[in-house]
Each structure stands twice: as structure tokens, then as C-alpha cells.
């Protein structure tokens, strides 16, 4: 799976979770301190899920029509650690086949898949 990891997500977990094999990078290495769109910009161009712990991504989508082809999944864990974060980041990322295509909002007790709007893809 490709991920592109947005800024709020820590280097650490973006670390581990390329040890257990995704291709993942981090915003804050390629392109630090990019709006919003512009994550969903580079996240579309280089054909990656967008991680991200930011609610305003589901206001671009949804709400001011902004393209996100290949998915996001917006985590609301409060992990006591980053190893706790990253660990149950991999458990979700894993939990599912494939998120492409949906907006997906992950929390402490479920997983919420709701498909992105056809005119964005």
C-alpha cells in the first residue's frame, strides 16, 4: 500500500510503519508546511492514501468538492505512546483489503468507510 503520511502524523510512526513493509512518506520530509490541498494535491499525484489525524480533510472532500482519488483515513486514536500510535495504526492499516476510494474514519472502537464522491474521481 501507498500512504503518504500528512505532517501531524509523527516521523516516528511514519518510520515504523515503513519497517513493516508499506511505502509510506511524510509530508514533512517531501514538502513541509504545504496546505491542505496541496496534500491531497501531491497524495492524488503520486497515487497514495493520505494519513492523517486532521478533520479538515473531510470538509475539502465532501463539502468544497476537492479530489482525492486514491482515499484518506483520518485516525481519532489518543494512544498513550508513539509506539502505541504506530502499533495501532499498522492493526487498522491491516484490519482492511483496500481503503482506496473511500474516506475512512478510524477511532478507538470502529472503522467508518464512507466511498469518496464519484466527481472526484
Known amino acids: 500500500m501507498r500512504l503518504l503520511a500528512d505532517e501531524n502524523i509523527p516521523r516516528f510512526v511514519v518510520e515504523f510503519i515503513c ?12 514538502a513541509p508546511g504545504i496546505k491542505d490541498r496541496e496534500v ?9 492514501t ?18 482525492a482519488p ?10 498513550d505512546s508513539p509506539l502505541g500510535m504506530a502499533q495501532s495504526i499498522i492493526r487498522v492499516l491491516e484490519s482492511q ?3 482506496r476510494n473511500h474516506f475512512s474514519v478510524v477511532d478507538e472502537n470502529r472503522i467508518r ?9
Request: net charge positive.
Open 50 to 67: 493520505l494519513i492523517t489525524f486532521d478533520t479538515d480533510f473531510g470538509e475539502l472532500v465532501f463539502r468544497l468538492g476537492v479530489g
Open 19 to 30: 519497517s513493516r513493509g508499506y511505502d509510506a512518506i511524510w509530508v514533512g520530509n517531501v
Open 70 to 79: 486514491f482515499g484518506i483515513i483520518l485516525f481519532r486514536l489518543s494512544p
Open 113 to 121: 468507510m464512507r466511498p469518496l464522491p464519484t466527481s472526484n474521481r
Open 40 to 48: 491531497i494535491s501531491l497524495a492524488t499525484t503520486q497515487k497514495r
Open 97 to 99: 483489503k483496500d481503503w
